[in-house]
């Protein structure tokens, strides 16, 4: 794992790639941007189902390994820094919203939104519950060993239940709060058209909420609008797979098994009683 001071030197290199290479890019997505104001995403209309179901899985892929696996229209979640473009990322910070920018251009696009949305945060901190005003980012281009892959960001804060109770709020607020957010995450990539959604393990470990609480509020919402997706997939770390395994992970296909009549034992085949051609013998 390389030390915040290694990443920090990472990730200037990174943006000089991008801001390079992606400048037209990042002024398209930056100029496609969405924001949906608080309350404005969980209200969004759901499309009528595309698909006869949702396929689901779970995996301890990084979100863009995830990614660069996944088909169709995608779209991936970024629990976002609610007044700070990409958090610490550019002093070398790792987290969810860290690790995707530091395989793609999502930085430089949030920089350019940060006095649309960031600054606009400032004074809606609720006790680290934050709010649902969230973002749909278009087309943010995805690097990874020389190849390139185009996504959606779903952007939206993640509540800390931790912070948010030691700020004296309650237990109910922060059950609250958990359940809009993901609300939020599920409407607004479903009114965009995503095909596949992938997501992470939304509000847990730092942010301080039970994974399987989250993970059953995704079920619930899954289970509530089959078909509205193709796949939903959960890239989560190990310490919280458990519980999205337990709820997301893809049946096991059978082999099938061949079982013989009764009229036919495979202990009485014998190659011997096989006729053969005219001149063919067996040695």
């Known amino acids: 794992m390389p030390t915040k001071e290694e990443r920090a030197k990472q990730a200037a290199k990174h943006l000089a790639f991008v801001n390079t290479v992606f400048a037209s890019d990042t002024a398209a997505s930056i100029e496609a941007t969405v924001v949906y104001e608080d309350g404005d995403g969980r209200e969004l209309a759901v499309p009528e189902p595309r698909f006869e179901a949702t396929a689901t899985d779970a995996t301890t892929d990084f979100t863009v390994t995830a990614l660069f696996k996944a088909q169709g229209k995608v779209a991936v979640v970024d629990p976002c820094a609610f007044t700070k473009p990409g958090g ?152 919280n797979f458990a519980a999205f395994d337990a709820l997301f992970a893809a049946p096991e296909i059978e082999e099938p098994v061949y079982v013989p009549t009764d009229e036919e034992d495979e202990d009485d085949f014998d190659i011997y009683s096989i006729e053969l051609p005219e001149g063919i013998t067996l040695r």
């Not at 793609?104 to 649309?116: A, D, F, R, V």
């Open 88 to 239: 610490n990322y550019v002093e070398g910070a790792f987290g969810p919203e860290q690790v995707l920018c530091a395989d793609s251009n999502l930085y430089p696009i949030l920089c350019g939104l940060k006095e649309t949305y960031h600054d606009a945060n400032r004074d809606y901190w609720s006790g680290q519950l934050f709010t649902d005003r969230a973002l749909w980012i278009p087309d943010v281009k995805f690097t990874r060993s020389g190849d390139l892959r185009t996504a959606g960001i779903v952007a939206v804060p993640a509540p800390n239940r931790t912070r948010a109770l030691e700020n004296h709020r309650s237990a109910a607020e922060c059950d609250q709060a958990i359940k809009t957010r993901i609300e939020t995450i599920m409407r607004v990539a479903a009114a965009n058209g995503v095909d596949t959604l992938i997501c992470n393990a939304f509000g847990c470990g730092f942010n301080g909420n039970d994974d399987t609480v989250v993970a059953q509020l995704f079920r619930d919402w899954i289970d509530a609008h089959q078909g509205v997706f193709e796949n939903v997939i959960f890239a989560v770390p190990r310490a």
